[in-house]
């Protein structure tokens, strides 16, 4: 009954097994759309002491959820491939460190290493992880299509899961058992996805330079007069000083493509430096370099100085990217304070700041007019990844003042919190 329990919160994602070949099977099996209820069993075994404690695992998996709705590559598949981190803690406070530290870890992820700017907040009741106590999230915002999405959750799960799974420990101080605080938290491959749509363009992809596989390509350029040998050796060892450095590099050394046709093949796989090289540039004892994320061009020496330079253009194509996305988003992040102003906001491809009661029953009716209104009376397939509704991404972190007496946008009755919402993925 304690894995039913916990199911019935994924219910409409849940994909269930009920034939082996031609054979029905007597019971239909559940495929797990997250790992607690197999887990938990385990951790009942092997903590015993607050001397257990904290546990904290790490695992690697692919998951199933299956979606009632149209499946979107890397954002919204129905099996995708996970982090998912589960630890057990003596007190609620050791238990949300933990999990403040994964969602600041998530945050890095995104804004370090995918120059994609998130917003830290807290999910609402309505919102957040079933059976757990409090979800936090990152959310990040999709320029080029007005909508938000979730990037990682951490969840504080509380004690329920474990009174479900009778997990409890002996305190320090001796007396009677205690049931640990627990957390779960995952980044899934959606980041992926994330990070092509914030930054790509119609040109095809533009990866930030701290994860691009190839951080700068060389091209050797050759005409009929000059010598292709003489070229290559020169942008050898122009590859030879940039990777001295760790910088990502490679040399396209094929001669049975044109130039242009190169330029645009590493275009639409977004290397972040393409380099050329021709005979006035070996001439020069110089090289070219063209930025993909803005499309800069301008003659670099080659000399003692050229891989530091190449490695400073890189962060400084990581720090463009994240401003870029960064203005965009915010340039979309609108306060509003009565409903006749929250749906046309959406429209302008909004994330809409809004007093909020914080009650579910109030949440759910936003939705339904948000629906309604931007319908105008017309039908939305029940299937679609990209509904009209409005919904709440996060309470963030970053609260703006809530004066006494502020009453919530849609219901009238008195604001207790500042919430984001949006049209999401």
């Known amino acids: 009954m304690t894995e039913k329990d916990h199911v019935e919160g994924f219910a409409p994602e849940v994909a269930w097994v009920t034939k082996s070949g031609e054979t029905d099977l007597a019971e239909p099996i559940a495929v797990r759309p997250t790992s607690e209820?197999?887990?938990?069993?385990?951790?009942?075994?092997?903590?015993?002491?607050?001397?257990?404690?904290?546990?904290?695992?790490?695992?690697?998996?692919?998951?199933?959820?299956?979606?009632?709705?149209?499946?979107?590559?890397?954002?919204?598949?129905?099996?995708?491939?996970w982090q998912e981190g589960h630890t057990a803690h003596a007190t609620y406070e050791e238990?949300?460190?933990?999990?403040?530290?994964?969602?600041?870890?998530?945050?890095?992820?995104?804004?370090?290493?995918l120059a994609v700017?998130?917003?830290?907040?807290?999910?609402?009741?309505?919102?957040?992880?079933?059976?757990?106590?409090?979800?936090?999230?990152?959310?990040?915002?999709?320029?080029?299509?007005?909508?938000?999405?979730?990037?990682?959750?951490?969840?504080?799960?509380?004690?329920?899961?474990g009174k479900m799974f009778k997990i409890a420990f002996e305190p320090a101080t001796g007396g009677d058992r205690m049931v640990p605080w627990q957390t779960s938290w995952g980044l899934t491959t959606r980041t992926i996805g994330v990070s092509v749509m914030v930054h790509g363009d119609n040109k095809g992809l533009i990866l930030p330079p701290r994860v691009a596989p190839i951080q700068v390509i060389i091209l050797p350029i050759a005409k009929k007069d000059v010598e292709y040998d003489s070229l290559l050796s020169y942008a050898r060892n122009?590859?030879?000083?940039?990777?001295?450095?760790?910088?990502?590099?490679?040399?396209?050394?094929?001669?049975?493509?044109?130039?242009?046709?190169?330029?645009?093949?590493?275009?639409?796989?977004?290397?972040?430096?393409?380099?050329?090289?021709?005979a006035r540039d070996v001439a020069s004892n110089q090289c070219r370099i063209v930025r993909r994320d803005n499309g800069a061009k301008f003659d670099l020496p080659?000399?003692?100085?050229?891989?530091?330079?190449?490695?400073?253009?890189?962060?400084?194509?990581?720090?463009?990217?994240?401003?870029?996305?960064?203005r965009e988003r915010d340039e979309k992040i609108v306060?509003?304070?009565?409903?006749?102003?929250?749906?046309?906001?959406?429209?302008?491809?909004?994330?809409?700041?809004?007093?909020?009661?914080?009650?579910?029953?109030w949440e759910e009716k936003v939705k339904k007019m948000s629906r309604e209104e931007a319908l105008s009376g017309g039908l939305e397939d029940a299937r679609t990844a990209t509904s009209v509704a409005a919904k709440t991404l996060c309470k963030p972190f970053d609260q703006p003042p809530l004066p006494e007496g502020t009453l919530c946008f849609v219901s009238g009755l008195p604001a207790t919190t500042w919430v984001l919402w949006g049209r999401s993925y």
């Open 238 to 278: 122009i590859e030879s000083q940039i990777k001295s450095i760790g910088v990502r590099v490679d040399i396209d050394e094929r001669q049975n493509y044109t130039p242009g046709w190169k330029f645009n093949h590493w275009e639409q796989k977004g290397v972040p430096i393409r380099l050329e090289v021709g």
């Open 335 to 361: 306060q509003v304070t009565e409903w006749k102003d929250f749906v046309p906001a959406l429209n302008r491809h909004c994330l809409v700041l809004t007093p909020f009661c914080d009650q579910r029953e």
């Open 95 to 113: 238990a949300q460190n933990r999990v403040l530290t994964a969602l600041d870890l998530y945050k890095d992820v995104y804004e370090h290493l």
């Open 37 to 81: 209820t197999i887990m938990y069993p385990f951790f009942s075994k092997w903590i015993r002491s607050h001397r257990d404690l904290p546990l904290e695992l790490n695992q690697w998996c692919n998951v199933v959820r299956w979606e009632f709705k149209d499946a979107t590559p890397f954002l919204r598949s129905r099996e995708f491939l």
């Open 302 to 326: 080659v000399d003692d100085n050229l891989a530091t330079t190449i490695q400073n253009l890189l962060d400084e194509i990581h720090n463009y990217l994240f401003e870029k996305s960064k």
């Open 117 to 161: 700017p998130v917003i830290k907040g807290a999910k609402t009741e309505m919102e957040k992880f079933a059976g757990g106590y409090q979800t936090t999230t990152v959310e990040a915002y999709i320029n080029g299509s007005g909508r938000a999405i979730q990037g990682a959750t951490s969840h504080n799960l509380g004690q329920n899961f």
